[in-house]
T-cell receptor
Framework: RKEVEQDPGPFNVPEGATVAFNCTYSNSASQSFFWYRQDCRKEPKLLMSVYSSGNEDGRFTAQLNRASQYISLLIRDSKLSDSATYLC???????????FGTGTRLQVTL | DADVTQTPRNRITKTGKRIMLECSQTKGHDRMYWYRQDPGLGLRLIYYSFDVKDINKGEISDGYSVSRQAQAKFSLSLESAIPNQTALYFC????????????FGDGTRLSIL
C-alpha cells in the first residue's frame, strides 16, 4: 500500500462547479498535512496546510479525518485558473520529511 | 527574485558524465532537500540536510551525492550519469521544527542520452 494515495483523475469540470479531491495516508503517526498545487512542468506550490479542525481559504476548504486517515480538498466556484495537479502531502512523523501523493489532475473548462 | 534558485534550469548530457545541480536559497531556512519527479511516480526524496555538513539519505540516494557547505547552498551530483536518471529535479527548503511545509525551486530538467 502506498503511503499516500490519491485518485489521479483527471477531473473535468465546468467553470463554477464544486469539486472535491480525496487522499488517504497509511501511517497513523503522521502529524502534518498539506495540499500543494503543481502546474504542468512547474514546481509544487503550497496551497494550504490542513488542520484537525478543518480550515478554509477563500474558495478552498481542507478537512482532515484522523480516524479514517483521510484528507480532502474542496474547491468551490471553480475557475479556469484552478486547472492544475493537486498534491496531497503528509509528514510521516520523521522530522520534516514529507511524502507526496502522485497528484490529482483538475481541468476546468468553459 | 526567487527565494529558492536552481541552476541550470535545463541540461542535456551523455551517459557517464559527471553533473552537478546547484540550489541556493535566500529564505534563511536550515533544512534543504533534493527530489526527483518522474511521470506517474510523484516526488521522491533523494537526499536532505538539516544543517551545514549534515547529510541524510532519502529513499532513492543510489547514484547521487550531495554537498552542504553553507546554509544557503545545497548541491546534488550525479557522479556517472545514466539514462534512467533523466527526470525533473527539485530543490526545496523548510524552516526548522516538525511539520513545516517545504518551498520549492523552479526545477532542473535533466536529460541523459
Amino acid at each position: 500500500r502506498k503511503e499516500v494515495e490519491q485518485d489521479p483523475g483527471p477531473f473535468n469540470v465546468p467553470e463554477g462547479a464544486t469539486v472535491a479531491f480525496n487522499c488517504t495516508y497509511s501511517n497513523s503517526a503522521s502529524q502534518s498535512f498539506f495540499w500543494y498545487r503543481q502546474d504542468c512542468r512547474k514546481e509544487p506550490k503550497l496551497l494550504m496546510s490542513v488542520y484537525s479542525s478543518g480550515n478554509e481559504d477563500g474558495r478552498f476548504t481542507a478537512q482532515l479525518n484522523r480516524a479514517s486517515q483521510y484528507i480532502s480538498l474542496l474547491i468551490r466556484d471553480s475557475k479556469l485558473s484552478d486547472s492544475a495537479t493537486y498534491l496531497c502531502v503528509v509528514n510521516t512523523g520523521t522530522a520534516s520529511k514529507l511524502t507526496f501523493g502522485t497528484g490529482t489532475r483538475l481541468q476546468v473548462t468553459l | 527574485d526567487a527565494d529558492v534558485t536552481q541552476t541550470p534550469r535545463n541540461r542535456i548530457t551523455k551517459t557517464g558524465k559527471r553533473i552537478m545541480l546547484e540550489c541556493s536559497q535566500t529564505k534563511g531556512h536550515d533544512r534543504m532537500y533534493w527530489y526527483r519527479q518522474d511521470p506517474g511516480l510523484g516526488l521522491r526524496l533523494i537526499y536532505y540536510s538539516f544543517d551545514v555538513k549534515d547529510i541524510n539519505k532519502g529513499e532513492i540516494s543510489d547514484g547521487y551525492s550531495v554537498s552542504r557547505q553553507a546554509q544557503a547552498k545545497f548541491s546534488l551530483s550525479l557522479e556517472s550519469a545514466i539514462p534512467n536518471q533523466t527526470a525533473l529535479y527539485f530543490c526545496a527548503t523548510s524552516d526548522s521544527g516538525g511539520g513545516q511545509p517545504q518551498h520549492f525551486g523552479d526545477g532542473t530538467r535533466l536529460s541523459i542520452l
